[in-house]
């Protein structure tokens, strides 16, 4: 069974609500794992947007067209637009990040939102980009490029999905 | 880029990270002023990470730029109403 999730009180009684905020998407094991945290966090009752360059939309588009995981797509530079000028409240955020250019989006969106901030860095330099990640939020690292099995364990982890052996 | 890349600009660096651009900015300007992240200039927003540097050049304004795949860029576009707005911030 899904569990609560984090940051979101079982009695919280408004909808909820998640923005992931996608980078540049030349690293695989992102479009991968958006399209698996979105369709996680749907399945919580968590109405999922996500944001990113006319790339992502269009990967998103082609891989799931009929949008079982990700029904809301947005402009990255919309959504940052929203978020800075207070038009757009999710009740979470889960910033990808494998460059210093996500980071700086994820530093943005921490000193403009007051929403628990997720970062997940992955890619070659993931340690390495996950030391400027100096502001408050719950790093998930995992250096994966091509394969997400290891950074999908982490979210598992991180989010309380992790399947129970008993 | 939006706007900004309808404006004529000059890069000063490209495909950097944001420390290198603010970096560039505390060494070779000597007015500058540090903005929060979501600062709006040209009608963009300033994507980055605090303390985000602007410098002023003459009549210029020079400023870091982000793109998700292509890094900072560190532009200069001339205006004198966007380096007064600046300093009226003071």
């Not at chain 1, 109405?47 to 939309?57: D, F, H, K, L």
């Not at chain 1, 067209?65 to 990255?76: A, G, K, Q, S």
């Not at chain 1, 250019?101 to 890619?123: C, E």
């Not at chain 2, 963009?44 to 730029?65: A, M, Q, R, T, W």
Request: glycine residues 8%.
């Amino acid at each position: 069974m899904d569990t609560a999730l984090p940051g979101e009180g079982a009695s919280t009684p408004v909808q909820k609500t998640a923005l992931l905020l996608l980078g540049c998407p030349e690293v695989p094991v992102q479009m991968g794992i958006a399209l698996y945290l979105a369709g996680r966090l749907e399945k919580t009752g968590t109405e999922v947007s996500v944001a990113g360059n006319p790339s992502v939309i269009q990967l998103i588009r082609v891989s799931d067209p009929d949008r079982h995981y990700i029904r809301r797509v947005m402009n990255l530079e919309r959504a940052m637009a929203d978020l800075i000028e207070g038009r757009l409240h999710p009740g979470l955020t889960v910033a990808f990040a494998h460059n210093d250019a996500g980071i700086s989006y994820a530093a943005t969106v921490r000193h403009v939102s007051g929403s628990p901030l997720y970062l997940i860095i992955f890619g070659k330099e993931a340690e390495a980009i996950a030391g400027l990640a100096e502001f408050e939020c719950t790093k998930i690292v995992e250096r994966a490029v091509h394969n997400p099995v290891q950074l999908k364990k982490k979210i598992d982890e991180v989010f309380g999905w992790v399947a129970s052996r008993s | 880029m939006g706007c900004i890349e309808e404006l004529k600009y000059e890069t000063i660096l490209a495909h950097a990270s944001f420390k290198e651009c603010r970096d560039y900015v505390k060494e070779h300007f000597m007015e500058r002023f540090e903005v929060e992240p979501g600062f709006k200039i040209f009608d963009s927003y300033i994507i980055g990470i605090p303390p985000i540097l602007v410098g002023i050049d003459g009549e210029s304004v020079v400023f870091p730029y982000t793109k998700p795949c292509h890094g900072t860029f560190l532009l200069r576009i001339e205006c004198p109403e966007e380096v007064e707005r600046l300093r009226r911030r003071r």
